[in-house]
């Protein structure tokens, strides 16, 4: 079950990452940021993942797509609020 708090969980957390993913020039820190990011999607709650991924599958763990994912999933986390 999705409970508010899950919801502001996941968008205080990704939220932030994405900002700093953005505007960083490092590798090094874009590379932690998408393994921590891919770590808490697995274990967030798996409605809300379901929700935010919108049935893609490697969503918030492919390298190739990562920005796109981790926007994507604070815009909707951002309309759930």
């Known amino acids: 079950?999705?409970?508010k708090d899950s919801i502001e969980?996941?968008?205080s957390?990704?939220?932030q990452k994405q900002?700093?993913?953005a505007h960083s020039t490092l590798?090094?820190?874009k590379d932690?940021?998408?393994m921590a990011i891919a770590d808490y999607a697995d274990s967030m709650n798996q409605?809300?993942?379901a929700l935010i991924s919108n049935g893609k599958e490697?969503?918030?763990h492919d390298h190739a797509c990562f920005l796109e994912d981790i926007t994507k999933a604070v815009e909707v986390l951002e309309q759930m609020l």
Do not use: G, N, S, V
Request: proline letters at 0%; a negative charge; charged letters at 25%.
């Open 1 to 3: 079950m999705m409970t």
């Open 9 to 11: 969980t996941a968008y």
């Open 13 to 15: 957390f990704l939220h």
């Open 19 to 21: 900002r700093i993913y």
């Open 27 to 29: 590798d090094w820190q």
């Open 32 to 34: 932690d940021i998408e």
């Open 47 to 49: 409605e809300l993942y």
């Open 58 to 60: 490697d969503f918030l």
